[in-house]
């Protein structure tokens, strides 16, 4: 097994979360040593600095290391759920990663489900709710707009499992 990195982007509610814990379910069933990188978390804080509104200069800078770390520990699969908004930021993760050979997976959502799971994602919070689902379109519109090559998968209809089986399809 060659080491590898699975970047599934896409817009808000498209299930990047939830496809990147079915695909390491599915990895754990077939024995592939791997990690989780949430970049969410490693671009987390506040306030985002002048100019880069999703401290995307933070999570680069934070996933030298982790990534490093986890390869380090063994893991030959890096799934890291998130966001490339253009495709010349995709050379910038690959030299986070040390190299590694990446794949950027786009996952797509139809619009109503995606607006769906948001409603349902952020019920106790209205204005989150409303950001994400503003945050849906444009983030989706700016997606297809850069055209980052990879495979895309169609979250619409299929279980988490099913997504992660998709994603897995081709890339192992």
Same mark, same amino acid.
Request: proline share 5%.
């Given at each position: 097994m060659r080491e590898q990195a699975l970047f599934l982007n896409g817009t808000v509610g498209v299930g990047k979360s939830t496809t990147a814990d079915?695909?390491?379910a599915l990895l754990i069933e077939r024995g592939i040593p791997h990690a989780?990188? +949430?970049? +969410? #978390?490693l671009r987390a804080g506040w306030p985002a600095p002048e100019g880069d509104p999703f401290n995307s200069a933070l999570e680069l800078a934070n996933l030298r $290391?982790?990534?490093?770390?986890?390869?380090?520990?063994g893991a030959q699969i890096l799934v890291l759920p998130g966001v490339i908004e253009d495709a010349a930021n995709v050379p910038r993760y690959?030299? %986070?990663?040390?190299?590694? $050979?990446?794949?950027? *997976?786009? *996952?797509?959502v139809d619009p109503a489900i995606g607006e769906a799971r948001l409603r349902a !994602?952020?019920? +106790?919070d209205d204005a989150a709710a409303a950001w994400h689902l503003r945050r849906?379109?444009? *983030?989706?519109?700016?997606?297809? #707009?850069? !055209?980052? $090559?990879g495979p895309v998968v169609d979250t619409s209809r299929l279980t988490p !499992?099913? #997504? %992660? #089986? !998709?994603? *897995? +399809?081709?890339?192992?």
């Open positions: 079915a695909v390491s989780i990188i +949430d970049l +969410d #978390a $290391p982790v990534a490093a770390n986890h390869r380090a520990a690959r030299d %986070a990663l040390g190299g590694l $050979p990446l794949t950027v *997976l786009r *996952l797509t !994602r952020h019920r +106790d849906f379109g444009e *983030l989706d519109a700016v997606l297809d #707009a850069a !055209r980052i $090559p !499992r099913e #997504a %992660a #089986a !998709r994603v *897995l +399809d081709g890339v192992l």
